[in-house]
């Protein structure tokens, strides 16, 4: 199941998101709800990035946090990788975050994006981590300057 949902994830880093959306979600029917916690993670999270519609996208980034939470140790195996799931969390944080923000929900956007940030300790001191961190700073900035953030003003820059 690894390297099949790997393919898929290539498939839609390539840019065939349709493509990529059905084959993931065969691939979730196959797997059903009570199929390996991990595989459902990174295939609810990859999945999330393949939909058109916000509210869609926001359903499978919450079934990503939901698997994750149900994944019972912290070091997991991904193929010939060893990974930490608390590293996922501030992806997955920072994915409901913007998921919120674009549908127009400052306040659950900022408790999503203050959960990545209170967990970004838990990044690697790599390109990953880093590209999680920069991304959660943007999202804080924009949250600032559309009414999520602490003490701004709406439309107006800190």
Excluded: K
């Excluded at 199929?35 to 993670?41: E, I, K």
């Excluded at 203050?114 to 390109?127: F, I, Q, S």
Aim: proline share 4%; with cysteine; hydrophobic share 40%.
């Amino acid at each position: 199941m690894t390297t099949r949902i790997g393919q898929v994830i290539m498939l839609a880093h390539a840019g065939d998101r349709e493509e990529a959306r059905d084959r993931f979600a065969a691939l979730w029917q196959e797997l059903g709800e009570h199929g390996s916690p991990l595989h459902r993670c990174t295939l609810a999270h990859y999945m999330a990035d393949t939909q058109d519609d916000p509210e869609d996208e926001l359903d499978w980034d919450l079934r990503a946090l939901r698997a994750a939470e149900a994944v019972e140790q912290d070091r997991v195996t991904w193929g010939e990788e060893e990974l930490s799931i608390r590293g996922f969390y501030p992806s997955l944080h920072l994915n409901l975050a913007a998921d919120y923000h674009r549908l127009d929900e400052p306040a659950l956007a900022r408790a999503h994006l203050d959960r990545a940030l209170a967990c970004a300790d838990a990044l690697g001191d790599d390109a990953y981590g880093d590209g999680i961190r920069a991304a959660i700073s943007r999202l804080d900035l924009r949250l600032a300057v559309t009414g999520g953030g602490p003490g701004a003003e709406p439309g107006h820059l800190p």
